[in-house]
């Protein structure tokens, strides 16, 4: 099945590839990850490694009530977590965190704006426990195997959204979840809501993934994030324009986001968790 959430990703390297977190100074507006979308709904299906290994912190993580489906961008204070000299957020707060997802999170490391980041592109609930990472033999789920992370962020649902029965994407993305807590039992797990698309991504594209099938989605994954006693991160909120799109400036191709707006999706996650 065709997916339009498998845009290709322009990657430097073939093979495995190490980012540092650079954090989000200086950053380009208009740089974007994504590739022209290709006739016919043809994408690639490259895949990158992006990992570090965690780092232990003393901090004690900030977190909401589990389960709560709003977070204002107020919900969390910043004091305490690190800052630069110029009062931005210091991004070393997520050195023991690790991120796993689909082509959307991949710009995290390609950006190098967090460290230990495992993604593909197209990457589903089903193929996170198959699919591996380029240059590595085991399936990506199991690259947290002996890492002690103090936060796991999952995002998935970009390319589930289509499916018939999102009942099922519920209970297989609870699957994703007992193995996290299997592999990494002392980690916070947090369920980021499908991000925005754009306006016309949504109006043009073949495959029924429309802004209101990713609302509709998130509503599945704030309902496992209750029923696990998790934290749903609305991060979806601090993207949306006023008509609940993904602004124009903020990708070159309605789906994936310049480095701009990656920094503001993970100062939002700085913020609330």
């Known amino acids: 099945m065709k997916r339009f959430f498998k845009t290709a990703i322009a990657l430097t390297a073939v093979g495995a590839v190490l980012f540092s977190a650079a954090g989000c100074s200086d950053k380009n507006e208009g740089e974007s990850t994504a590739l022209p979308a290709q006739s016919q709904g043809l994408q690639s299906e490259t895949s990158g490694i992006f990992q570090t290994d965690a780092q232990q912190s003393s901090q004690s993580p900030a977190g909401t009530v589990p389960g709560d489906f709003t977070l204002p961008e107020s919900t969390v204070s910043t004091q305490g977590k690190p800052k630069k000299a110029d009062g931005s957020y210091d991004y070393s707060y997520f050195d023991d965190s690790a991120f796993i997802g689909n082509s959307r999170v991949m710009d995290f490391a390609t950006f190098g704006v967090v460290k230990n980041v495992y993604a593909t592109v197209g990457l589903t609930v089903d193929s996170v426990f198959t699919e591996s990472l380029s240059g590595s033999s085991v399936p990506i789920i199991d690259e947290i195997n002996g890492k002690n992370f103090r936060r796991i962020y999952l995002y998935f649902g970009d390319n589930e959204c289509e499916w018939d029965a999102l009942n099922v994407f519920e209970s297989r993305y609870g699957k994703v979840v007992d193995a996290v807590r299997e592999r990494c039992p002392d980690a916070e797990i947090y369920l980021i809501s499908i991000m925005p698309i754009g306006e016309h991504a949504s109006d043009t594209n073949s495959n029924d993934e429309t802004q209101e ?25 601090a993207l949306r324009n006023s008509r609940g799109y993904l602004p124009d400036e903020a990708s070159s191709d309605g ?5 701009k707006y990656t920094c503001k999706w993970v100062d939002y996650l700085y913020e609330n968790t």
Do not use: M
């Open 255 to 259: 789906i994936h986001l310049t480095k």
């Open 213 to 237: 099938a990713i609302d509709k989605t998130n509503t599945y994954i704030k309902d496992l994030a209750q029923s696990k006693a998790l934290v749903y991160v609305d991060a979806q909120q």
